[in-house]
């Protein structure tokens, strides 16, 4: 592991352009379930929760579910030392974005500067009449579903549904950083959601060397992978920047 953490550690201090590509694992370790496996979400929720069609049919059964996921639960959340290495790197200059899976705004939390949301974020609503945004934070949450102090139309929480397309210009700039890249770093994601799983696939097209943090191997590994270090995020990321910063000090 320490070869693997040097080597990592030179690719990135010697990258002219080094992107992040994160997923739930690096938020598991602030107490965020993941959605899919044994543990997720869907073993104690109805996905149909999460259905653009059942949404706007059922919006006071949707809603009663999703403040309490996304605003009770998660809302207590905060940054791991995962999220506070990216940061640091990106501070350092060494990281030029982060693109994520991840909804729960613990990127930006963490100082994170440049995050571009392939999901969205939960810590918005929006009015899908008059497009009107709001934090969630100042929403009054005591009778569900919220609506529009514009138009009284049931507001939305501002991430993906199913049913619902990728915000174009995430997307746009996703795949962009992702051609851009001449290292990538996927932290904590298996790689089983379309179409964000083809953003480590795009850098490796473009001649990206992915550098892999997970604590068990996953399909990326033996496609595209050159070095894999096993283990959380939440110790993997502050050891590799600790090496970044011993590197450049000489």
Request: with cysteine; aromatic share 10%; glycine share 8%.
């Amino acid at each position: 592991m320490t070869d693997y953490l040097d080597k990592a550690a030179r690719l990135i201090r010697e990258s002219g352009y080094t992107v992040a590509f994160t997923g739930a694992g690096i938020s598991v370790e602030s107490g965020i379930p993941p959605f899919r496996g044994e543990k997720g979400l869907w073993s104690r929720y109805d996905p149909k929760i999460l259905d653009l069609d059942y949404f706007y049919s059922n919006p006071h059964d949707s809603w009663v579910k999703i403040k309490e996921i996304f605003y009770d639960f998660f809302g207590k959340a905060q940054p791991n030392p995962g999220h506070i290495a990216l940061a640091g790197l990106e501070q350092q200059g060494w990281l030029k974005s982060v693109v994520t899976q991840n909804i729960d705004n613990l990127h930006q939390e963490a100082g994170s500067q440049t995050v571009w949301e392939f999901h969205g974020n939960s810590q918005w609503v929006v009015c899908p009449q008059c497009g009107a945004r709001h934090f969630a934070s100042e929403i009054d949450m005591s009778e569900l579903p919220p609506r529009c102090h514009e138009d009284g139309s049931v507001l939305k929480p501002d991430f993906i549904f199913f049913g619902e397309g990728i915000p174009r210009k995430a997307y746009d700039q996703s795949f962009e950083a992702a051609r851009k890249a001449e290292v990538m770093l996927v932290v904590g994601t298996t790689g089983e959601v379309m179409p964000a799983s083809m953003v480590p696939y795009e850098a490796a097209r473009n001649g990206a060397t992915i550098i892999e943090i997970n604590p068990e191997t996953t399909p990326f590994t033996n496609q595209i992978t050159h070095v894999f270090l096993e283990g959380k995020a939440g110790e993997v990321l502050p050891e590799l920047l600790a090496r970044v910063r011993q590197l450049s000090a000489g």
